[in-house]
Structures are given as C-alpha cells and as structure tokens.
C-alpha cells in the first residue's frame, strides 16, 4: 500500500510536467496582420455627363486641346453601356465594366503612362450612380489631385476632384 500510496504521490507531482502546453489567452495572442486593399484615391474629373455620346465628345475635345490621348481601355458602348466587350482578353471580364484604378493603360501595341478615359460614375464608391465622367487621372494624394485638376483646368475648366477609395489589390 506504500508503493501504490508513492506512486500516487510521486504522479501528482510528475503529470503537470507531462501535461499539454497551456494555450495563450486570446488577448495574449498577436493579432493578425489584415493588409487593407481599398485605399483612399482622388479622382481628377473633367466632365460630368448624363449621356455617353456627349461625354466622349468632350473626352476627345479635352485630348485634342490638352495633347493627352484619350483611350477607351478597351471598352466599347453599346445598348448595354459602357463595359468590355464579350470578347475581351481577360475572360473574368469579359462583357463586364471594371472602373478605371489607376494611370496607366495600354492602348493597341502602345502603353500609356497618362490618359484621359470615360468611366461609369456607379464604379466608384461615393459617387453619384447613372453618370458618366471623363477621368484626367487617378491621384494618391489630395495635393497631387489638387495640383493636377489646376493643370486640366486650363483646357477643362469644370474640372474637380472627388475623394473615392478604390480596392487596389490584385482582382482575379
């Protein structure tokens, strides 16, 4: 009964050694790092239209008279609106809208570091919905969207810029 009695005393002892790790409280635990993708833009409007047609007109009268090229990046209006064609290189978008994120585009064999383009107003948050805007360009800071909007205003004179927050990481 004594061996059995020291046992028991010696395993009482031994078993918290043995036992599992004590897991971290959760206030203990590092947080996770969350990379935040929807960063704050501003975007350098032109013109504000309710018609497509009109907007265009406008894109090309500001391209011709700032020496800016304007691109359509590869979306074509039809009864649908404005959006990529069916046939579109990128399949995911294929037939779909996908508003304008950042500067550069490519237009044919040529990449363009600046242009003017005409987006759906709907694909930007905040926004007014139903519009179409002729975009000058996509400014990370509010002095660069201010600096920027002076130099369209010399040939765009309704130009402004609008705060948005656009999702900047990859989309497929």
């Known amino acids: 009964m004594r061996k059995f009695l020291l046992l028991l005393v010696l395993l009482a002892f031994a ?5 599992a790790p004590k897991t971290a409280k959760k206030e203990d635990a590092p947080a996770e790092e969350k990379i935040n993708f929807d960063l704050p833009r501003w975007v350098v409007i032109l013109g504000v239209y309710k018609d497509f047609p009109e ?21 074509i ?10 046939n579109f ?13 950042g500067n550069a585009t490519r237009e044919g064999d040529k990449e363009l570091e600046e242009h003017l383009s005409i987006e759906r107003s709907d694909g930007y948050q905040g926004f007014a919905k139903g519009y179409y805007i002729v975009v000058g360009t996509i400014a990370e800071t509010s002095k660069d969207g201010l600096a920027q909007a002076e130099r369209f205003k010399a040939f765009a004179p ?7 927050t656009i999702y900047m990481g990859c989309l497929h």
Not at 64 to 73: C, N
Not at 90 to 101: F, S, T
């Open 89 to 101: 290189e990128d399949e995911l978008y294929a037939g779909e809208y996908l508003a304008r994120r």
């Open 15 to 19: 078993l918290p050694a043995f036992a």
């Open 55 to 75: 907007a265009k007109a406008d894109a090309q009268k500001f391209s011709k008279a700032g020496k800016i090229p304007f691109s359509m990046r590869g979306n």
């Open 77 to 86: 209006f039809d009864k649908k609106g404005l959006h990529y064609p069916k």
């Open 158 to 164: 309704d130009t402004y810029v609008k705060k948005t």
